[in-house]
């Protein structure tokens, strides 16, 4: 891969997946740097706040190369993450497409958020081998390439499958244990990462795993919640594969088995879900924590402490 020339002014960004939980904070981000921003989703509706006024906003189709190709016109960099949760061999498929039209384009550089820590080499877990896979696709574009790796994110406690335990239940309800220490970044410490990379060339063809400010253990996290709820939250181990199912019921009972989960049965989901946690919890190579006094000596950024973001968040409801 040839490095990204020190003298590269980046100033026109794409971005891939902008209105997702991921996107939007990287759009934000970029848009407080200064950069000229395009959006692209097939959610334009969520950039309709005056915030937003100056991203250039279109759709495009991971499955329509016409549509990559039409969308990257003029763009000095991508800033991409893959759609996620379902049939990955399809979003394989997509990410392939997504590189044709990047090696097309007048793109000089990637920064590829996996959403997923992934191994050097292959582990045996699907998800996680398949970032391998994505990774190396858009390194055959022959475009300088950063890749960000995160581990765990503190927005899943948010999400619509958490937030509604803690809220209204009282009750961390996952596979985690007790006295399992993770390395939890949110959503924004994450843009910040991606957005400092486009001014450093130095950083091209680096695979560099994230995690966040601090390393908590799942009791100390149910503490942190439980304080900014303002209501103690009992703790409740689940199994992993329990927890696939119920993710999987979720998702169907919103989209159905099209979008995400085309081709993907429940105890297919239930199956891959439990091979990943059985990793997380077994692996040495421990994907939810991360040497962050390395990566903050290369890329130093002020990040966010779990106490500081759960403050953040509107518990008020679900």
């Not at 091209?204 to 994230?210: D, E, N």
């Not at 890329?299 to 966010?304: E, F, S, W």
Request: with cysteine; proline share 6%.
């Amino acid at each position: 891969m040839p490095p990204l020339e020190a003298s590269v002014n980046i100033k026109n960004v794409i971005i891939f997946g902008a209105a997702g939980q991921q996107g939007r904070p990287q759009v934000r981000e970029a848009l407080r740097q200064g950069y000229r921003i395009r959006a692209v989703s097939r959610r334009l509706d969520a950039f309709n706040d005056p915030e937003y006024k100056d991203v250039q906003t279109l759709s495009a189709d991971y499955d329509v190369p016409a549509s990559l190709e039409a969308a990257l016109e003029g763009m000095d960099a991508v800033l991409v993450q893959l759609p996620s949760g379902g049939n990955l061999e399809h979003t394989l498929g997509q990410c392939a497409n997504l590189s044709s039209a990047i090696k097309k384009s007048t793109v000089r550089l990637i920064v590829y958020n996996t959403s997923n820590w992934g191994p050097d080499t292959p582990c045996g877990v699907p998800i996680y081998d398949y970032v391998l896979k994505f990774e190396e696709t858009f390194r055959a574009t022959g475009v300088p390439l950063v890749i960000f790796r995160p581990g765990i994110f503190m927005d899943n406690l948010a999400t619509p499958f958490m937030k509604p335990m803690f809220v209204n239940e009282g009750v961390y309800r996952y596979p985690h244990t007790l006295d399992a220490a993770y390395d939890w970044i949110c959503h924004e410490d994450l843009a910040k990462f991606m957005i400092a990379a486009l001014q450093r060339p130095d950083l091209a063809g680096r695979k560099i795993h994230l995690g966040g400010r601090e390393r908590l253990t799942t009791a100390q996290v149910i503490a942190i919640l439980s304080e900014a709820i303002g209501r103690p939250i009992r703790y409740e181990y689940i199994t992993s594969r329990k927890l696939g199912e119920d993710l999987y019921d979720l998702t169907v009972a919103g989209q159905g088995t099209g979008g995400v989960l085309a081709g993907v049965t429940r105890d297919e989901y239930a199956a891959d879900l439990e091979a990943f946690y059985d990793f997380v919890d077994h692996s040495p190579l421990k994907p939810f924590q991360a040497d962050m006094k390395k990566v903050l000596a290369l890329i130093p950024i002020q990040m966010t402490d779990m106490r500081t973001w759960a403050g953040r968040q509107d518990w008020s409801r679900t």
